[in-house]
Nanobody
Framework: QAQLVESGGGLVQAGGSMRLSCRTS????????MGWYRQAPASQRELVAT???????DYADSVKGRFTISRDSAKNTVYLQMNSLKPEDTAVYYC??????????WGQGTQVTVSS
């Protein structure tokens, strides 16, 4: 099965920016959507942003206006540009691909820590 490889996490001060990337280890055909989720300690995993094959995007209310999801379909890569970061954005961020058969693929997660 294809694996998703994330990069770009780390430590940043509040108000700063960070960009996450996620690519597949091998081609996934018929990707229907790509997205980012996050999970903070003692919390459930929550949707951050998604982008569909048609280019429609959706964001959690908490990140609207600060985060931007984009993709390079030719490279099966999805990005998450995060600006104006807040301490409450601290979490492990996971990328997620869904193919045309609704099979989900998950990355291993990358830690994002925002210091106040």
């Amino acid at each position: 099965q294809a694996q998703l490889v994330e990069s770009g996490g780390g430590l940043v001060q509040a108000g700063g920016s960070m960009r996450l990337s996620c690519r597949t280890s091998r081609t996934i055909f018929g990707i229907a959507s790509m997205g980012w989720y996050r999970q903070a300690p003692a919390s459930q995993r929550e949707l951050v942003a998604t982008i569909t094959r048609g280019g429609s995007v959706d964001y959690a209310d908490s990140v609207k206006g600060r985060f931007t999801i984009s993709r390079d379909s030719a490279k099966n890569t999805v990005y998450l540009q995060m600006n104006s970061l807040k301490p409450e954005d601290t979490a492990v961020y996971y990328c997620n691909f869904v193919d045309g058969l609704s099979t989900q693929f998950w990355g291993q997660g990358t830690q994002v820590t925002v210091s106040s």
